[in-house]
Each structure stands twice: as C-alpha cells, then as structure tokens.
C-alpha cells in the first residue's frame, strides 16, 4: 500500500468545471513550478511585492488593546486578563498559531508608545532566528495604515456597543476603501467594513442570516482550489489518511459532512481502483444543503467511478450532519469501514449544532475522521473574533497577492465570494452558528476530550502536502510543518490550516 499510496498524485489535477463532464486525464502529473499552474499569472515584475500586512495588523492589534482602558476590556469580555502587559485570550489563542515561534525583547513587553497615524513609525518584530527585522510601516501606503486603524478603532466602538459612533467610523470607511483596490490593505478593510456595517444594522434591527447562493460559492471555491494551495492540502492529506484506512478493506463507505462538488474524491477513487488487491466497493453518503445539487454531484462521481470499472453508490442527504434525528439516516451497513471527512470553512453552517455532531460522531463509530480546520476561532466576544479573523485574513489576502495582480478577475472572485462571506459570518453574524448556539472553539481537543484517538499524519500525508506546494514557487512563502500528529499549512509564519486523522475506540 506504501507504493500505491504515493500514486494518488497522479491523474489528480484535471479541472472539474462546475456542472459539467469531468475531463479525467490519467497522464497529469503534479507540476513542480507556478508557471506550469495555468491559473496563476505573476505580475509583469515578476517579484513579489513584500506583504507586511498580517505582521503590521498583529502588532497594531496588540498595542491597541493593551491601550484600552481596563473598563471597556471588561465590559466586552470577562474573559480578557492582563498579564506581563499581554492580553491571552485575543492575542494568544484566537488569533492564528504561528509556525515559527517569535522572540521578544529583553523587557518582555511592547512599545507602549507607537503613534498607529503615523506611517513613519519602524516596529520591531522578532524572527524565528532570534534576531528581529525592522518593519517599515511606511512600506504600507499611508492610507492604507489610516484605513486599518479607523477599522480597529471602530471594531472597539461597536464592543462596547457605542453604535452611533461606530456607524459614524463605517459611512467614512466604506467611502474610502474598495474591494478592488491596488493594496491587501484597502480590500480588505473594505470587506470588514461592510460585514461591521451588517453587524450594527443587525444590532439594530435584529439578527438576519443571508441567503446563500451554493452554486455561486461552489463554483468560486473552485477557482480558490486552482489558484492556490489551501484546498488542495485539505483533500490530499485527508485522501492519504482514508487511504491508509482503507487497507485491505473490501467494503468501505466514506461520509462526506459537506461534499459540494465532491472535487477531492476523483483521485482517492483512481487508487482505490488500482490497489494490488482490487478495487473495494465504495459507497459515499454525501450531504449538503441542496438536493438538485447533491445529485448532480453524486451522478459525476458515479460516472467517474463507472470509467474507472469501480463499484459505487451515492447516497445524497440534504441535511446538515448535526440535525439528523439519529444516525440511521446514513444508512450504515454492517461490514463496511466507515469514514468520515470534515472540511471546516466559515461559509455557511454546515454541520448544525457542535454537541449534536460530536454525539453522532460517537454514534457513528468511525475507523477514521478525517478532519481539516482553519486557524481560527468562532467563539468568544465580537473584539476576540475580530482580532483573530483580522489577522486570519490579512496573511490570507498577503498570500494572494504575492503574485496575482491587483485586477485578476480569479482573485477578485475568490476574495468577493469566498473570503468576504466567510468574513461576515464571523463579524455580522456571530461565526457559522447563527442560531447562537456555543462552537468548539478547536475540534481536535474536543474530539480529544470525547474518547477519540489521534492518528498521526504519516510520512506519505507530508509527502503530499510537500508536492502540492511544489505547484507553487517557495518566494510564495507558503510554509508546511508537520507535528503533534498535524499538519499544518501557512504563509510565511502564521498556520492558517490544520489536518489531522482520528479514530474511535471500537472500531479498529
């Protein structure tokens, strides 16, 4: 299986348009170079511009709440406590891990005395090499650093519900910056003022929860699959753990808890067709929040499967995972090795209330759940969200524009369809549970806590993360560690993804 298992990079990379005839090539191989991605385009440079959004929006953060007064901290979350000048609960476990560890001066504490207006100011950033870099702000436009403080500013207003007066901030900010604008800086700002701006109308008038147009962000997380590496970790990772799972097994079923497209399963099927001992019988329950499309999706993975002469079944279920009234509804059949895959984004709730999955998942008894999670957390006060997602999305968009322009129509739609909808869960709607109810804060300590096993992530799993940033040239800066039994997939120093592999006690 250990030959075999490297195989499933093979073949794997033919595009599946939404909805359409899947062209198939078995002769694709991984391309060892950006250029050979035909859905990158460098700019005419040909450098990276140097991205020092995320890094200069993680230390403004911090000096703008060590600044606050102790009151307004408390009045938005008991959970905030000073230690050493240092706030834990929004600058330490919200915000995303960093891979490489930063220094700190001999004081331990910060500068106490940064004007954030004035784009001349240098602050100093230590590196994972024990010496520290000196940051220009200047080299982030002067409008841009206005921008951004004037968000801060106002994400402080609306947590301690001065409205009026974050209102007031939101009319100038949207005014000012534009989702098409030449900067990370100005887009961004744009798509956190306008889901701030849903915030304070929704506190208004009470909460809303957007109509979701599911083929329009299928189709953009797609484009978001071709032009960067962030999705394709996810499926290849998780493919290779379910890979494993899979030995020697001759009936297995894999449940997917939000298949969409079902755009990561075509390669897992190629080797499972190609094993030494035969292909096994797969059968997948997919679920989702649209039947025409679930079907849709189900009658292209049969059709594959057919190609490849491999006996499936697809069961579709438009139902989130969480509200099913037992576990029955998936149909489980006695004899076959059960999987289940989980890729978390904030696009939408797609998976109902946290305590009602993890019951299930018990229920369930799965040889492995394969599980793949963003960097950031949902729960805790609005001003805990709005650090974390801040700098969650500032190092996101710095990773699209190292070296797509400013005008290229695949990163406007991935930005204006994906990340902005995710960025509006969190911030207007309160993260993808709009009911109210409380999310894990990190689904591997839970699944932890509730008699699930860690599986680590083989060598074979590292193998193929490596490959696919091999599509990507290394001044992109994505970084990949692996540890703790994890993999972790990041740009520059900051972890955005995490993939693990889990098992229940009883199945093995």
Same mark, same amino acid.
């Given at each position: 299986?250990?030959?075999?298992?490297?195989?499933?990079?093979?073949?794997?990379?033919?595009?599946?348009?939404?909805?359409?005839?899947?062209?198939?090539?078995?002769?694709?191989?991984?391309?060892?170079?950006?250029?050979?991605?035909?859905?990158?385009?460098?700019?005419?440079?040909?450098?990276?511009?140097?991205?020092?959004?995320?890094?200069?929006?993680?230390?403004?953060?911090?000096?703008?709440?060590?600044?606050?007064?102790?009151?307004?901290?408390?009045?938005?979350?008991?959970?905030?406590?000073?230690?050493?000048?240092?706030?834990?609960?929004?600058?330490?476990?919200?915000?995303?891990?960093?891979?490489?560890?930063?220094?700190?001066?001999?004081? /331990?504490?910060?500068?106490?005395?940064?004007?954030?207006?004035?784009?001349?100011?240098?602050?100093?950033?230590?590196?994972?090499?024990?010496?520290?870099?000196?940051?220009?702000?200047?080299?982030?436009?002067?409008?841009?650093?206005?921008?951004?403080?004037?968000?801060?500013?106002?994400?402080?207003?609306?947590?301690?519900?001065?409205?009026?007066?974050?209102?007031?901030?939101?009319?100038?900010?949207? @005014?000012?910056?534009?989702?098409?604008?030449?900067?990370?800086?100005?887009?961004?700002?744009?798509?956190?003022?306008?889901?701030? +701006?849903?915030?304070?109308?929704?506190?208004?008038?009470?909460?809303?929860?957007?109509?979701?147009?599911?083929?329009?962000?299928?189709?953009?997380?797609?484009?978001?699959?071709?032009?960067?590496?962030?999705?394709?970790?996810?499926?290849?990772?998780?493919?290779?753990?379910?890979?494993?799972?899979?030995?020697?097994?001759?009936?297995?079923?894999?449940?997917?808890?939000?298949?969409? @497209?079902?755009?990561?399963? &075509?390669?897992?099927?190629?080797?499972?067709?190609?094993?030494?001992?035969?292909?096994?019988?797969?059968?997948?329950? !997919?679920?989702?929040?649209?039947?025409?499309?679930?079907?849709?999706? !189900?009658?292209?993975?049969?059709?594959?499967?057919?190609?490849? %002469?491999?006996?499936?079944?697809?069961?579709?279920?438009?139902?989130?995972? /969480?509200?099913?009234?037992?576990?029955?509804?998936? @149909?489980?059949?006695?004899?076959?090795?059960?999987?289940?895959?989980?890729?978390?984004?904030?696009?939408?709730?797609?998976? !109902?209330?946290?305590?009602?999955?993890?019951?299930?998942?018990?229920?369930?008894?799965?040889?492995?759940?394969?599980?793949?999670?963003?960097?950031? +957390?949902? %729960? /805790?006060?609005?001003?805990?969200?709005?650090?974390?997602?801040?700098?969650?999305?500032?190092?996101?968009?710095?990773?699209?524009?190292?070296?797509?322009?400013?005008?290229?129509?695949?990163?406007?739609?991935?930005?204006?369809?994906?990340?902005?909808?995710?960025?509006?869960?969190?911030?207007?709607?309160?993260? &993808?549970?709009?009911?109210?109810?409380?999310?894990?804060?990190?689904?591997?300590?839970?699944?932890?806590?509730?008699?699930?096993?860690?599986?680590?992530?083989? %060598?074979?799993?590292?193998?193929?993360?490596?490959?696919?940033?091999?599509?990507?040239?290394?001044?992109?800066?994505?970084?990949?560690?692996? %540890?703790?039994?994890?993999?972790?997939?990041?740009?520059?120093?900051?972890?955005?993804?995490?993939?693990?592999?889990?098992?229940?006690?009883?199945?093995?």
């Amino acid at each position: 299986m250990m030959k075999g298992a490297f195989e499933v990079t093979h073949g794997a990379l033919s595009v599946i348009q939404p909805h359409e005839q899947w062209d198939y090539t078995l002769s694709v191989g991984y391309p060892t170079a950006a250029n050979s991605n035909p859905y990158l385009k460098p700019k005419a440079s040909g450098v990276p511009e140097r991205n020092e959004l995320s890094d200069w929006v993680e230390n403004v953060t911090r000096q703008l709440i060590e600044d606050l007064p102790e009151s307004s901290l408390q009045t938005e979350s008991s959970a905030i406590l000073y230690e050493d000048n240092t706030v834990p609960a929004l600058l330490g476990e919200l915000r995303p891990k960093k891979i490489a560890k930063r220094s700190h001066d001999s004081s /331990g504490h910060g500068n106490n005395n940064v004007n954030f207006h004035d784009p001349n100011n240098v602050i100093g950033i230590g590196g994972g090499d024990n010496h520290t870099k000196q940051i220009s702000l200047s080299k982030l436009d002067e409008s841009g650093l206005c921008l951004i403080t004037l968000l801060l500013e106002c994400a402080v207003a609306i947590s301690v519900d001065n409205l009026g007066e974050a209102h007031r901030m939101l009319l100038e900010l949207t @005014q000012m910056a534009s989702p098409y604008g030449p900067s990370c800086a100005e887009r961004i700002v744009a798509y956190f003022a306008k889901a701030m +701006s849903s915030r304070v109308m929704n506190s208004w008038l009470g909460i809303c929860s957007p109509l979701v147009n599911y083929k329009n962000v299928h189709s953009a997380f797609q484009v978001f699959n071709n032009v960067s590496p962030y999705i394709k970790f996810a499926h290849f990772t998780s493919n290779q753990a379910i890979l494993e799972a899979f030995h020697r097994r001759d009936r297995v079923h894999i449940i997917d808890l939000d298949i969409m @497209q079902g755009l990561q399963w &075509p390669a897992l099927f190629h080797i499972l067709a190609t094993r030494m001992e035969g292909p096994p019988h797969v059968r997948m329950t !997919g679920m989702g929040s649209s039947m025409e499309l679930l079907v849709d999706t !189900g009658k292209q993975l049969s059709n594959f499967a057919k190609r490849l %002469g491999m006996s499936f079944e697809f069961h579709p279920v438009a139902k989130k995972f /969480g509200n099913l009234s037992d576990v029955s509804m998936l @149909q489980i059949r006695r004899g076959e090795t059960l999987a289940v895959h989980w890729l978390q984004h904030s696009l939408y709730d797609a998976t !109902g209330p946290d305590w009602k999955t993890m019951r299930l998942l018990q229920d369930l008894n799965p040889r492995v759940i394969t599980l793949v999670e963003q960097d950031i +957390s949902h %729960g /805790g006060s609005f001003l805990d969200r709005f650090v974390g997602s801040l700098h969650f999305y500032s190092t996101i968009f710095d990773s699209l524009g190292a070296f797509m322009p400013s005008d290229d129509s695949n990163r406007h739609r991935v930005e204006h369809e994906l990340l902005h909808r995710e960025i509006n869960n969190i911030m207007a709607i309160g993260g &993808p549970a709009r009911s109210g109810e409380e999310k894990f804060k990190h689904w591997r300590s839970e699944l932890a806590r509730n008699c699930f096993f860690q599986v680590p992530m083989s %060598g074979n799993s590292m193998a193929q993360a490596q490959l696919i940033l091999n599509m990507f040239p290394p001044t992109h800066g994505y970084s990949l560690v692996q %540890g703790d039994g994890t993999l972790r997939l990041g740009w520059k120093d900051t972890s955005l993804f995490t993939a693990s592999a889990w098992t229940s006690q009883g199945s093995c």
